[in-house]
Structures are given as structure tokens and as C-alpha cells.
């Protein structure tokens, strides 16, 4: 077979045409055409407008056949697309569900990559686009259709993203909340590299009220009945709702479109919660910790309440199967038995780690160093606490199960932080499996940071993006909201930059300053940014996809 690749001399900005055609065929030993295939693949490479002179840079591009099974196959397309001339390759097979990728080399390195959705072809026409980024970079997407935060972002496991619920409203308010679900097809790309708004719409808060904020979203991955739907819970109609809370459980099927309120009701998880912690643990159960609780009333005031539950759900028996107090089990020390903005991480097989978080008191706002394990009975065990104490931190868990903190802010124990400034942290520190390993004289980001995002990348390393240096508000605020990303190494303990970046840069990495985004990753496309709030508190529509080198190697 001969497949050829022609460039466009009159390509857009964004993106060029590559045809492969596969034009003979391959006979069988007895002289048959068993093999024939006579196809033609329209393979348009699209790149984000911030990268927009990519291809151009390139010095070699080679296309890569990766079949359902057996070896990828490789191709070397000689020739430039820009001039028109075409390159040819040989014996390119039929597609069956294959992915066609593409790598750009500059000198001896792979510089740029991209995947598409698999591919069927033996005749016929077939029209491909290729989302093709820069590896280590941030490439600018279409954007959201609707500005918000407070959501999330996940990632469907077929190379779609999907951005779910959140709100529009950065100020004190309760009627800022989406019911909308927002979709990007990595694999799929449109050339405006634009999201779509989903037909399904997110289960309503109760009977009366639509739109939520400050839920969980979680992918269930475990083998049951409901295997790739996506666990919705808890949450509030806005950030700082008071008295909108659910307890509603509810059930997103990406494929179907259909949306089911667990068992028909409104009262599913046994307690309100919002601005909640979720993590699917090792067995397939999905533990929820923690964030706001029911709001209480004292005399005409009205109060939050911190979240001191803990539930232990089974996807398989569609029930909670473990729930406790932080009081039950003696948690806290000295300091009331709930916390709100901690971090929790898969702890490999051992269960679920949950660590910091600010505890109530009904005298200061103080952030806690506790820590403890629920484990993959649904039982509570206590561990290690933090070396210092953190809040709004992420925890990663890598490949060995092992789990890494990162960030947050910081205070000494027992300092009340209700009034003034207080400081984020750039350490990292590593948990082995009972105790922490404090390195922070080696380990450090680059820029201490709060509320940002993170995700362990392919490659062992962690991706992290956005947040804030410095606390003002404890209330979510984001005066010191940071433009930068970087990549932190968990063995070397190094970080790299991944735009020059300083706390007082405008924009660089994102957009611009932006506190709170949402993340999400996927080990074949990469991960995705998207929206936050900005250093003005304005909920933003941004969206940028990194592609990290380990996707390559």
C-alpha cells in the first residue's frame, strides 16, 4: 500500500491537511487481495493559536499506527507541508479502531505530539482531526461556554473531558449555580478546539432548586454495574450558600446522557455536604470527608456548620456502608471534631488518606497538621499527622501508591488566621505508608502556593498549576492569585518551571491569575485546566491542555 501526505501551501494558522491514502492494497500468498484496502484518511493536525507556528518549527514529523493489538507502526513523513510537496510511506495498513498519533521532532527530540480517536478505514473516505501540542507546554483550548469555578473537571477515560456544574458568581451570593455539563473531545478536536454544552444536565439540589456548586464528581473505575458512570454528591446551589446544602446522590452515565437521583431521593448521602472531599479507594468505594455541613441558627444569625462525617458508599450495593463523626473515633486533639479545605488521596491499597483542613471553633479560624486513614474496610485509623499544619494543599498519589502533600497554606499551631495575612507553603512531603518524610529542606516547589490544582502525570511526575502565595480572606479568596505551573519531580525532588513565572506575573503558564481552577488527567491525551477564579474573584472561562513528555517515552 502507499500512503501520501500531502501539506497545504494555504494553511490556516491552526491547522493543515495530511491525506493518507492507502491505494493498492496487499495480496496473500496464494495471490488474493485478503489485505486490500483502498481508503483515504483526511488527517488535519490542529494546534492551540498560542502555539501556532508548531509545525512550522518542526524538523521531522512521523505518523504512528498504533493498532487495537500488537506493535504501533511507525512511519517517517518526508517532506514539508508548508511547501506543498508531498511524503510518502509505505504499506500502510486497513484501520481497525487503530489511533493514528503524530510526533514532531526538532533535532534529536520529540518536541510536539498528539492522538487521535481510533480509526476505522479499508474504504471509503475518513476525515481525522489530530490535536497536535507542544510536550511540557500549556496550549490554549476554546474556552468554556459559561465562566465558573467551584466545579469539576474529569476526565471520561476515551480522551473526553467533561466540566460539570460549578458557578458564575465570585461574590456572596445564591443563585450563582450551573446545572450545565461542558464537554471537549481531545481526540476529537474541532477546529475552533471549542467545548460543547451537553444535553444532560446535572440532578437538581432538591425539588426546587436547580444548578450546584461545591460537589464532588467522581469516575467510577471499580468492575460493578455502574463501571464508567460518574458519582455526583452533595454540594450547594453557591460558594457561599448558607442553607441551600443537599444530601442527593446522583448518577451521570457519560455515554447515555441519563442522569438518576439515587434511589429517587434527596437524603441519600445522610448528611448535607458541600465544599466535601471524594476519592474512589482501591476496593471501588467512594469515601466522602468532610467541607460544610447543614447551617445552624443562633439567634437571627445563621451559621455554617464544618463537616465532621465521614461515609463510606458502595457503588456495587448502591449504599453507604461505613459512616462516623470525627468525634467517634478521637480525632482533633483539642480542636472541635470537624474541618473544612484539607486533602485526601488514594493511599494504594491501604485505603484513603485524609490530612489538614481548617477545624471549627467557635473563637478563631486555626489550620490543622491531623491526618488519618480510612481504610478499605471502612474502618478509621489514625497515622502520622502532617509536619506542619496545611490547608487548601493537594495530595497526589504515584504510581507506587505512595502519596505526596504539596502546598497549602501554613500557620503555627493553634495561630488564629481570622484577621491579617497568612502565608503559603512550598514544601513537599512524602507519605511511605504510616509516616511522613520530611525533606522540605530538598523538596520545594517553585512558588509556594495554596488552592491550586494538581495531577500525577504518566511519567511519575506531578503537574501543578495556579493557586495563591499569600491568605487574606478565609473565605476562598483570591487576592494573590498566581499565573504560574510547574512540574514537580517526586524523586529528584526538583521543580521546573514550565513559563518563566513570578507571583507578580499577569499571565504566563494560565491565562491569567487564577486561584482555584479545576483539573483533570488523562495517561493518553494529557490534562486539562479550566476555569477558577482570578485575583478580582471573577469566575473565568479559561481552558489549556498540558501534554506531558512521558506520553512519548
Known sequence: MLATVAGSSTRAPLLCLMLLTACTGETSETGGTDGVANYQVNLRPVVPPNQAGLLQSLDALQLIVEPQAGDPIAYDLEGSTDSGDSAKVSS??????????????????????????????????VDVNVLVSELDKLGLLGGLPEARWLGQAIALGDGRFAVLGGTSNGSTSDDGGLDSIAIFDISEPGSDLAFSTAPDILAPLNEDMAGRAAFTAT????SHQHTGKVLIAGGASDFFSLTTGTEALSLWDPETGEVEILDGRYEKLGRVMSHHLAVEDAAGHVVFVGGLGEAYTQGSTTYWSFGEYVAVFDPAKSEIIAEYTFGDVGLDGDADPAF???????????????????????????????????????????????????????????????????????????????????????????????DWTDQSDNYKLLNARA????????????????????????????????????????????????????????????????????????????????GGIDDSSKPLDQTLLFVPQGIVD
Open 92 to 125: 500502510l495498513p486497513a484501520l481497525d479502531e487503530a489511533t493514528l498519533a503524530l510526533k514532531g521532532r526538532k533535532g534529536s527530540s520529540i518536541i510536539a505530539f498528539g492522538r487521535s480517536a481510533p480509526v476505522t478505514a479499508s474504504t471509503g473516505e
Open 219 to 222: 469516575r467510577l473505575t471499580a
Open 340 to 434: 473544612n479545605r484539607g486533602a485526601v488521596a488514594r493511599l494504594g491499597s491501604d485505603g484513603t488518606l485524609v490530612c489538614g483542613g481548617n477545624p471549627q471553633s467557635t473563637t478563631q479560624t486555626t489550620i490543622t497538621a491531623e491526618c488519618f486513614l480510612v481504610n478499605i474496610n471502612g474502618d478509621i485509623e489514625d497515622v502520622d499527622d502532617l509536619p506542619i499544619p496545611l490547608m487548601d494543599l493537594q495530595m497526589v498519589t504515584l504510581e507506587d501508591g505512595e502519596v505526596v502533600a504539596l502546598g497549602g497554606y501554613t500557620a503555627e499551631v493553634g495561630e488564629n488566621i481570622e484577621t491579617g495575612t497568612f502565608e503559603a507553603s512550598p514544601y513537599v512531603f512524602r507519605f511511605n505508608g504510616r
Open 451 to 530: 488552592a491550586f490544582g494538581a495531577a500525577a502525570l504518566p511519567d511519575g511526575r506531578i503537574f501543578v498549576a495556579g493557586g495563591t502565595y499569600q491568605g487574606r480572606d478565609v473565605l476562598w479568596g483570591s487576592s494573590y492569585a498566581t499565573a504560574c505551573a510547574e512540574i514537580f519531580d517526586p524523586e529528584s525532588g526538583q521543580a521546573v518551571a514550565i513559563d518563566g513565572c513570578t507571583e507578580n506575573s499577569d499571565s504566563a503558564s494560565l491565562e491569567t491569575r487564577t486561584a482555584y481552577p479545576m483539573v483533570a488527567a488523562d495517561p493518553d491525551y494529557g490534562v486539562l485546566v479550566a
